[in-house]
């Protein structure tokens, strides 16, 4: 089997709000899905968290390398193209780009082989998980309306995350906490400083002291608390917070993970399978995070793919028993054909069928996407 062609669709017209300085709008083409073709008919889907037009440019300049290669070898080509990009923007759109490509191939490997992705990372530890609803924060009244629904909808675990949290006062801060845990009452709550928004103002002395409240909510862990680049900052403050510290979103591959990783900056690290470097890279780097007792829960403020492959992560990775759901977002709950259910304990099954065990809803490629044929495998 060979790689024919490498196919891209950009999401527009639901784009959620990020919580963003510049926000969002809903034209805003952020998420980029992505088709690799072969010549036995077998189609893989892969989701990256950039805009089409890197990717488009990305995959331009990475084709050479995919064209006429064994699908199947999934490792040996995503290294290929990394190793390639060293002179090209090795770390940006093109990793990016190539992470999408290496969740496409995973998808394809699993069609060809009958067998689940999970099973193909390592076997499946589990067959269903937690997922948490990630929510942005907002005024009592709205947060409170919408975390009331989610606990209606079946979900018993939930993020609260960015808007003015870190940005105002410590009241305002300690208030929205409050609002969320009476809301949800003692179900699993975390909290998400957003501190790779740009010129985030939260620093060390601000994390510390936020912690120490944090940890009077029962909170799961405190999420990007400082400028994701700050790793001496990371490190002090989880050597001494009262709650678990999480982050490493918007990292790409395992080396720049590594330094996080070996300073134990981190309780809980955070890769985004769809810029990181795909399964391939978020797999590598939950292989490390074990080995020092530290949990992987992926970041997944993205796409039904990206969530899928997430799904399958969590099947082999033994610790990754919780998966992130943005809630409220089309992109997710409307882009896989069928709908994700929770069952009677708030849990997502992992699908089992080859693959990433989903397939895109053309109706909604067609609304949606930016090549509504992108549904079709034959386009």
Known sequence: MKITRVETCGLRGATPEGGWSNELRPNDVVH???????????????????????????IDLLLPHLVGQDPVEVERITETLHQTAFWMGRGGALTHATSAIDIALWDIAGQALGQPVGRLLGGRHRTRVRPYASVLMDDAGPMTDNLTRLVEQGFNAFKIGWWKFGRVDAATDEHTVATARAAIGDRLLAVDAGGSEGFFPGGLAWAKRTARMLADYDIAWFEEAL??????GFAELRAGSPVPISGGEVLTRRQSFAPYLRRRAFDIVQPDTTKGGGLSESRRIGWEAQDLGIRLIPHGWNTAIGLAADLQLSAALAST????????????????????????????D?????????????????????????ADPKS
């Open 32 to 58: 980029t899905l992505v088709a690799v073709h072969t010549d036995e008919g077998i189609t893989g889907i892969g989701s990256a968290f950039t805009t089409e037009n890197l990717v488009r440019g990305a």
């Open 227 to 232: 400028a994701p680049d700050d790793l001496e």
């Open 321 to 348: 028993d919780l998966v992130e759901y943005k809630t409220g977002s089309a992109y997710v709950d409307d882009l896989v054909a069928g709908e994700w259910r929770l069952d009677a304990d708030g849990y997502l």
């Open 350 to 374: 992992i699908p089992s069928d080859p693959g990433l065990g989903v397939s895109l809803d053309p109706e909604a490629v067609e609304k949606y996407g930016t090549r509504p044929a992108f």
